[in-house]
């Protein structure tokens, strides 16, 4: 949700990947959303979102991203990168059959890969 961890975001995937457009899927918190698995409804319309991204723009890659000062998710970042590999598997059950991975915007906007 947060624009200041959009487009570095945005420019890291471009680069990384080679790829010309990036779907974007904002939501309040998403990493603790998927992590903690118990809206449903926003579960439903997170998944609903990554399908039309999937299978109507092609999409290839799935990024789960958090960030510093997420206002969202005041936690420190250890917490908020475990939520991330939580939500990185919880996405992988999904089935969409695309790779999955998880990022870190730091303080400088910079992105890191989270493994």
Sequence with gaps: MDGRVQIPVIEWLRKKYGVDYVDMITELVPNKILAEGKDDTLLKSIKRRIE?????????LIAIVGHYDCAGNPVE????LKQILIAIERVKAWNFKVQVIGL???ENWEVCEVT
């Design 52 to 60: 039309i991204s999937v299978n109507k723009h092609a999409s290839k």
């Design 104 to 106: 870190w915007v730091n």
């Design 77 to 80: 970042k250890e917490v908020q």
